[in-house]
């Protein structure tokens, strides 16, 4: 049986590791490149690193500050944030990434995740999806670090994603994101029933029970930020509580 992994993020607002509470309310959770070499020595499986205003601001992902995380760490590597070409990602693993990314670039031209795939290989290529429950019931995709709605519902959008190349889903709940009250079970499952690539689950870890709860199900992985920066919940704490649970963590 696959291991299921645990991962840490790092959400980047001006060269700072940053946390807030479904998508507001930022505050500051440190320096990132300490963060990282912590993470990495604590047993994560992953890292990942989401520039968050990159696309509001129109610029490019902080290549310098990847490249000093990779430095310091020797776990897979995701970047993302302001991703929009071959040449960003071409860069980016330049700078040390291993996986990098993809959210609103590929969402506004989906013809980006063929591009990337063909490149890079699928395997390189993160398909994040920031999704909100409407009052119909269903999951629809959100753009620009979630402040731009769209009529397109997320388990759609994950089946495209992945019949264009994207070798793994990074799905966020905005609805549970920095809540920590468990992550959102129905959408995680569902787009992980409907595609043939490991999902991330992300939003919502508070407890090792929330972990255990999504890794009991279809997830593959479950990322988490605020509880791992403020050092609720520590990484080889919550491996043994997986562990001793009989879900196989490395």
Not at 136 to 154: E, F, I, R
Not at 214 to 243: C, G, M, N, T, Y
């Amino acid at each position: 049986m696959l291991t299921k992994r645990i991962i840490p993020c790092l959400d980047i607002k001006d060269g700072r590791t940053v946390k807030g509470t479904n998508f507001v309310n930022l505050r500051d959770a440190g320096d990132p490149v300490e963060l990282a070499g912590f993470y990495a020595e604590q047993g994560a499986d992953e890292l990942v690193f989401l520039d968050i205003t990159a696309t509001n601001e129109k610029r490019k992902t902080l290549a310098s500050l990847v490249n000093r995380i990779a430095h310091a760490i020797n776990i897979p590597f995701t970047v993302g944030g302001g991703v929009s070409s071959v040449e960003d990602v071409r860069v980016l693993l330049d700078a040390g990434a291993d996986k990098i990314s993809v959210n609103t670039a590929a969402f506004k031209r989906p013809d980006l995740i063929n591009e990337l795939a063909a490149a890079f290989g699928s395997q390189c290529i993160v398909l994040a999806i920031d999704a909100k429950k409407h009052e119909d019931g269903n999951w629809y995709v959100y753009l620009n670090g979630g402040t731009v709605s769209t009529a397109v519902k997320c388990t759609d959008w994950a089946i495209e994603g992945v019949k264009r190349g994207a070798g793994e889903i990074l799905l966020t709940s905005m609805d549970h994101d920095g809540a920590k009250n468990g992550f959102a079970l129905d959408i995680t499952n569902s787009v992980s029933s409907l595609v043939s690539v490991p999902v991330i689950a992300s939003g919502g870890g508070g407890t090792p029970a929330h972990f255990l709860e999504v890794l009991s199900q279809k997830a593959d992985a479950a990322l988490a930020a605020s509880i791992f920066h403020f050092k609720e919940i520590a990484i080889p704490d919550l491996k043994a509580f997986l562990r001793n649970r009989q879900i196989p963590v490395r």
